[in-house]
Each structure stands twice: as C-alpha cells, then as structure tokens.
C-alpha cells in the first residue's frame, strides 16, 4: 500500500476531523444558523434542538443520566477551570483541600495553583514508576476539609489509565467531589460516571474526530446534586453556568463524533491496541536498550512512549521528521526542562530526554506502522553511531559514574 | 542508508526519505519553519561530517568530552595534532538535537587544516551564524566551543606530560620515546 507522507503519528494532540462530523456540521454554518439562545423564532427552535440532540449524544458517551448533565464549554481547559475553581469557590465554606496528582494537564495544576494563592490548600499525589496514582494515596490524603479530588481518566503522554473506580469509591463514602479531566480517554477505555461514582468531567471534541473549539464539562445533577460558581458572567447560558452564544455547528460535530465513538469505539480500540503492539514489537525486536515508559497493561490502546535510550529525542524527530510524534525532551518545551510526567515517574533526565511518544489513532494503518517502525530502527541506529554516550555504553563505560560538566 | 539493517520495509520508503530535503519545496520550507531549522542545520545533521573517534591514548590527540546526559546534549571532539602544530583530523560524536550535531559537525571541518592556536579563536557566534541558529540553540554553539577548548586544553596537558617525560629520559634512553 502507498504511504503518503507526513504521517500523522500525534492523535494526543489532536485529531482530524471525521467526515461524517464534518457533513453533519455544514448546514449549521449556512442554513441553520440561529442562535439556539434566540427563543422567538424558528431559526432560534432549530438551533436549539440540534444543540439539545448533540446534548444528548455526549451526555450518553459518558453514561450521565440527562442531557442537561452536559455544560457545553469551549473545550477541556475551559471546562477543567470551569470545575476545579466553581467547586471552590462554591464550597469554600465547607473546606479549602483539593486533591489532584502530579502528572495532571496544565489546565489543572495551573488552575490549583492559582487557587493556593487565594488561600486553599492542594495536594499533589504522586506516581508510581508505572505512571499510576495509588487508590490508596487518595484516601490517606482526604480531610475533613477536603472538598474535592481531580484525577485524569487517562495521560495526555505515557497513555495510563488511572483507577477513577477505586477512587470514585472513596470520594463517594467520604463525600468528597470526584472531578476528572477525561480528554484523553473517553471512548478509547471504559468510562462511566455512573460505575465510576465521578460527579464532573471534562471532555473535549478534538481528540475524538470532532472539531476544536468544543468541550463540555459534565456535572451531575443527583446524588448528589454538585453546585459550581460560574467563571464567566453574561447571558446566563448553559443553566447559568457558562454564558456565552453557543458554537452551534461545532456542537453539532461534538454530537455526531460522541455518536461514532459510542457505536464504534470498541472496535477502535481494538484494532489501536493491534496496531500499537506491531509498532512496539517491531521497534523492540530490532533495538536494544529501548524502555516502555508507564504500565503497559493500563494504558490507551493507542499510546506508545518509548526511550530510546543514548539518542536525544528532538535530533531523533528532526531525523524523521515525515512523521508527526512528540517528545519528551526539554528541546521541544519551551520551559527547558524535560516531561514533568516522566520525572514523576522516576525517569532520569536523560531516559526523559530520549522519549518519543507516538499517538495512533482511527485513521492509522497497518503500512504506516511499518514504515514508521522501519525508519525509527534506522534512524536509531544512525544517531547511536553518532553518539558518545551509546559508544561509552558499549564499551561498559557506567555513564552515572562519569563526571559530567553540567552546563 | 548504510546501517546495515534490514530494510524489508515499504521500498518507496527510502526514496521518499532521501529525497524529502533535496526537493526542497515551499512545503517542505514551510514545515521546517516552527523548528526554525536553516538548511545548513539540516544538512549536518543528515550528513555528519567527521562523524567517529581517534585514539585517546595517542599523545598527539587531544580529547574534550562536554555537556551531560541530563542536560540534554554531550559532545565528545577529539583532534590530532601534526609534530608542525596543525590539526591534521578532527573527528566527533555528539548526543543532542540537531543543532548540537550541526554545531560540533561544523566545528571538526573548521579545525582541520588550522594550527592549534587558530583552532583556539573559533567563536561560538561564527557557529551562531554560520549554521543561522535560532536564540534556544544559542547553548549548542557554545558547547562545541567548549569541545574545541576542552580537545585543546587535553592535547597540551600530554604534550605538556611527554615534554617532561622525555627530558627525563633522554639522559638514559634517546627516543625511546615514540607516539604509539
């Protein structure tokens, strides 16, 4: 089969728009225009009733129990802002603990820090060297003044599925809020609201094939009925949650990719999974000292984040660079430091410096795995013959022995 | 593509690869752009020059081993130095993004040719702007500065060592003494 090239190899950044999203969308942009706030007419009816049927569309991805569960935002930072400082703020009278993790997305532990400065208290669990948050670890860490847990339903970089249901149930005995940032996630693992006792989420359209710009945060309405504080102050849309005129075609595209990833993301998942372990045995029966970073067994069927061990990763991508991974390593952030979420889990600086994560996803095939499998053997084995570090390890040179001249 | 691996693959593979910066598009241009790449970046990086290693227990070979693993980038430069004082070979290995390889791969065709204290003058702005390094990659040309400095610095201290060797030992052994 022909390959083209660039391969898109990145699905945790985003994802293409799938064409049947997209066919859905188009009239809405045209033809169905109305604001779905305008009550008066049937421009205003029609809009509203597409808004309200994509409502329900996403309200039954997660298993939530009524549309009207679904808070339509502008996506998952909004939506993680949303959550974490409306449940501060409206129940600061009862506690000022929060509880999250340290390999959460900016949009919360930058929202966590903001609110420590305004005088709540966070706690930061860690992880293990599989990337996995200890059930236990959140309940050793509830107080009495704890009003909420926020914990990611699966990793934006090593792919690791968090155990939500154990910790739904200990949020739920202690009646602590169980918030989670569930982008990553939602229709690639199991999830479900209900099962997994999570009264807020976050999602977001572009990583499931819908368009950007769209997101939603979930909040449960019974058992208990959970109150947020609005961020933003206007129309009171969205039940007085989050004012401002709906993106009615984006949400009709959020609707429809819930839809195809409620029908078929099982299958999906399946096939990712198949395509992942090509990707994963091909590379690692071909190269030695290559590291899976994060549990292999909880995992997103279409995540591999490998260290390529002795090879930095920002020359490894500039030397494939037909094909769309990202990195680990500090030359690719603009912070440079190397993965926060690496080194939670204990990676070295330089094993985090030599990771490439590569993002499989629906439009991923069986060739490209290949040929990406291919060049990255290739490419490797090139920048090791290129390396110092790889020629000291050869000849049984202990690398944490050497006395390095940090610059 | 000389690695001597397999190459069972897809066969357009290794042309669509090779040829992907030789046809240097608009498109290929304008994907580069956010790396800030120059051409001449790309050019080292896929083409080392000088890419190996000498022999470090040679007397007229000066080593310098620069950077950490931790930090990202460790460059390892080695010379060797003719009897006349001039750098006869340069060779490197570098761990690091494309411009630490570009940088150090530039520096050992600069130093060949040059006598030790030419060598000794090369500035990390002539790399700067020789391979049009953006401000984050600044730290790559330093550090292959510091790589010619280091080799230099290693070469004197065993010339240093053999000079004193030798006045020692011409007295008893005349030119026993000879670079292995």
Redesign the interface.
């Known amino acids: 089969m022909a390959i083209q090239l660039p391969i898109f190899m990145d699905y945790h950044s985003t994802t293409p728009v799938d064409p049947r999203v997209l066919e859905e969308m188009l009239p809405y942009f045209t033809t169905t225009f109305g604001n779905a706030a305008s009550r008066s007419h049937v421009f205003g009816w029609k809009a509203e009733e597409a808004v309200d049927h994509a409502r329900e569309k996403v309200a039954k991805l997660i298993g939530a129990q009524s549309e009207k569960e679904i808070v339509l935002t502008s996506g998952a930072t909004e939506s993680d802002n949303l959550a974490i400082k409306g449940v501060a703020e409206f129940y600061k009278e009862k506690g000022n603990h929060i509880i999250t993790t340290v390999i959460e997305h900016k949009a919360i532990l930058d929202t966590c820090k903001r609110l420590e400065k305004e005088g709540f208290t966070v706690t930061y669990l860690g992880v293990g060297k599989d990337g996995l948050v200890d059930p236990d670890d959140v309940k050793n860490a509830i107080t009495d003044k704890t009003i909420l847990v926020s914990v990611m339903l699966a990793n934006n970089e090593v792919g690791t599925i968090q155990p939500l249901e154990a910790i739904g149930k200990l949020t739920r005995e202690r009646g602590v809020l169980l918030h989670t940032d569930a982008v990553q996630g939602v229709g690639k693992t199991p999830f479900d609201v209900e099962k997994m006792n999570i009264d807020l989420a976050s999602i977001t359209a572009h990583k499931m094939y819908g368009p950007k710009g769209v997101g939603a945060l979930y909040v449960r309405r019974s058992k208990p009925r959970v109150r947020i504080v609005a961020q933003q102050d206007g129309g009171g849309h969205e039940r007085g949650m989050r004012s401002g005129t709906l993106n009615v075609p984006g949400i009709v595209g959020f609707g429809k990719a819930a839809e195809i990833m409620r029908l078929e993301g099982n299958e999906e998942a399946a096939k990712l999974l198949g395509l992942r372990e090509r990707l994963r045995t091909k590379i690692m029966s071909s190269l030695d000292e290559v590291y899976v970073n994060g549990s292999l067994e909880h995992r997103l069927p279409g995540n591999l984040n490998i260290s390529f061990a002795f090879v930095e990763g920002e020359g490894l991508m500039m030397s494939i660079k037909d094909v769309a991974v990202s990195s680990g390593s500090a030359c690719t952030s603009s912070s440079l430091e190397p993965s926060y979420v690496l080194r939670a889990m204990g990676l070295g600086d330089e094993l985090a410096h030599s990771s490439i994560r590569f993002g499989l996803g629906r439009f991923t095939t069986e060739a490209e795995v290949d040929y990406v499998a291919d060049l990255m053997v290739r490419k490797v084995t090139k920048l090791r013959d290129l390396s110092p570090l790889y020629e000291m390890h050869k000849e049984g040179i202990d690398l944490n022995s050497v006395q390095w001249a940090a610059h | 593509?000389s690695?001597g691996?397999p190459?069972?693959?897809?066969p357009?593979?290794d042309t669509?690869?090779s040829n992907?910066h030789r046809n240097s598009t608009v498109t290929d241009t304008e994907?580069?752009l956010p790396?800030a790449?120059s051409e001449k970046v790309?050019d080292h990086?896929?083409n080392?020059r000088n890419?190996g290693?000498l022999d470090k227990e040679d007397p007229n070979v000066g080593t310098g081993?620069?950077?950490?693993?931790?930090?990202?980038?460790?460059?390892?430069l080695q010379i060797r130095v003719s009897d006349a004082g001039v750098i006869e070979d340069a060779k490197f290995?570098?761990?690091?993004?494309?411009s630490?390889?570009a940088s150090s791969s530039l520096a050992t065709e600069w130093l060949k040719g040059k006598t030790v204290a030419e060598a000794e003058t090369i500035k990390n702005v002539q790399i700067v702007e020789e391979l049009n390094l953006p401000p984050?990659k600044i730290?790559c040309s330093?550090?292959a500065e510091?790589a010619i400095k280091s080799a230099i610095e290693d070469y004197r201290k065993k010339q240093e060592a053999r000079r004193t060797l030798l006045a020692g030992n011409t007295a008893t052994a005349k030119g026993a003494v000879v670079p292995s």
């Open positions: 593509m690695s691996l190459t069972d693959g897809v357009l593979a669509a690869d992907s994907r580069e790396m790449y790309i990086a896929e080392p890419v290693t081993l620069v950077g950490a693993p931790a930090c990202g980038d460790v460059m390892r290995k570098t761990f690091g993004c494309g630490a390889i984050v730290h330093v550090l510091d």
